[in-house]
């Protein structure tokens, strides 16, 4: 949790804030990044966020949700 | 007192104390919230009513996750460590499964992982703190935290304020220091000095102006949090 605090910018804090608690869908995913981003959470940049923080174990979806693991 | 479903969650394992409010002794058969995260235990097998008889009375039930108290298992703990996120998962299959209305976490003093996850999850976090220079140096840190974790409501509760402290000076020193007005400042009272922590205070001493604050804290946490904004 330690590592959410401190990372930048705060709308990747926020991203992985919404992975937290129940979890997010991805209808509440496309809206983060609408508001964050600009751009639709199935958009190319927004595909590769996605992507490295899968890799990364931080952020998956799980079929259903998206949660966050530190 | 009004009818609602709590449960809290006794989350500061290094020094777990919520139980002694309620007169909760664990049995060697009951499951704690260690069991929980080391054991494998399901989160709702490790929780207890321990709902007093006024507020049973009233419609409402309270729930505890009590953390043992138990030096080899909490210095186990502290040394293995667990998965901070199966406590927010714990917390929320909770609610499904109690049918919660609200769930208080009660933390450690101060920051570690879980009084972040804590902060993360909260709709609304209440700092209490002291009118002491050590109380604020700590409080700074923690509301920094709070608002890079966007917390939708943060308040400060001053406790423990002597009668030679002026309120009023008391809190715009807390407003000035911190750019947030104390939602409640909470008188040192001889009388919950007696009861030391031998029951609810709120129970214990109904008229007490102690009391007051704190239910004209919870009625401001109630309307925050049932009308989001």
């Known amino acids: 949790m330690g590592?959410?605090?401190?990372?930048?910018?705060?709308?990747?804090?926020?991203?992985?804030?919404?992975?937290l608690?129940?979890?997010?869908?991805?209808?509440?995913?496309?809206?983060?990044?609408?508001?964050?981003?600009?751009?639709?959470?199935?958009?190319?940049?927004?595909?590769?966020?996605?992507?490295?923080?899968?890799?990364?174990?931080?952020f998956d979806y799980d079929g259903s949700i998206w949660k966050t693991h530190f | 007192m009004q009818g609602?479903?709590?449960?809290?969650?006794?989350?500061?394992?290094?020094?777990?104390?919520?139980?002694?409010?309620?007169?909760?002794?664990?049995?060697?058969?009951?499951?704690?919230?260690?069991?929980?995260?080391?054991?494998?235990?399901?989160?709702k097998s490790c929780v207890h009513d321990v709902t007093p008889s006024p507020v049973k009375a009233a419609k409402?039930?309270?729930?505890l996750a009590p953390a043992s108290m138990e030096s080899d298992k909490?210095?186990?703990?502290?040394?293995?460590?667990?998965?901070?996120?199966?406590?927010?998962?714990?917390?929320?299959d909770l609610v499904e499964h109690l049918k919660l209305d609200y769930v208080v976490i009660d933390t450690h003093p101060g920051i570690n992982e879980?009084?972040?996850?804590?902060?993360?999850?909260?709709d609304a976090l209440v700092m209490v703190m002291r009118p002491d220079s050590q109380d604020y140096l700590g409080t700074a840190v923690a509301i920094e935290v709070a608002e890079r974790?966007?917390?939708?409501?943060?308040?400060?509760?001053v406790n423990k304020l002597p009668d030679c402290f002026e309120s009023e000076s008391v809190k715009q020193k807390v407003k000035d220091s911190f750019n947030y007005t104390p939602t409640a400042i909470l008188?040192?009272?001889?009388?919950?000095?007696?009861?030391?922590?031998?029951?609810?205070?709120?129970?214990?001493?109904?008229?007490?102006?102690?009391?007051q604050s704190v239910k004209d804290l919870a009625s401001v946490l109630h309307a925050q949090v049932s009308s989001p904004q």
């Open chain 2, 114 to 122: 879980e009084t972040l996850l804590s902060t993360a999850i909260s």
């Open chain 2, 187 to 211: 008188p040192l009272s001889s009388d919950l000095l007696n009861l030391a922590s031998g029951g609810l205070a709120v129970l214990e001493c109904p008229g007490h102006e102690w009391t």
């Open chain 2, 149 to 157: 974790l966007d917390v939708p409501q943060l308040h400060l509760v």
């Open chain 1, 3 to 19: 590592l959410l605090v401190s990372l930048e910018p705060h709308s990747l804090r926020r991203i992985l804030k919404a992975g």
């Open chain 2, 4 to 43: 609602q479903r709590v449960a809290i969650f006794d989350t500061d394992l290094a020094s777990p104390g919520i139980h002694v409010l309620f007169g909760f002794t664990a049995g060697e058969q009951d499951l704690l919230i260690n069991d929980f995260l080391q054991n494998g235990k399901p989160i």
């Open chain 2, 74 to 92: 909490i210095a186990k703990i502290l040394r293995e460590g667990y998965e901070v996120e199966r406590l927010n998962d714990a917390i929320f």
């Open chain 1, 21 to 58: 608690r129940g979890g997010a869908t991805s209808d509440q995913l496309d809206q983060l990044f609408e508001q964050e981003f600009s751009c639709a959470s199935t958009s190319p940049e927004a595909t590769e966020l996605l992507s490295q923080l899968s890799e990364l174990g931080w």
């Open chain 2, 60 to 63: 409402g039930r309270v729930w």
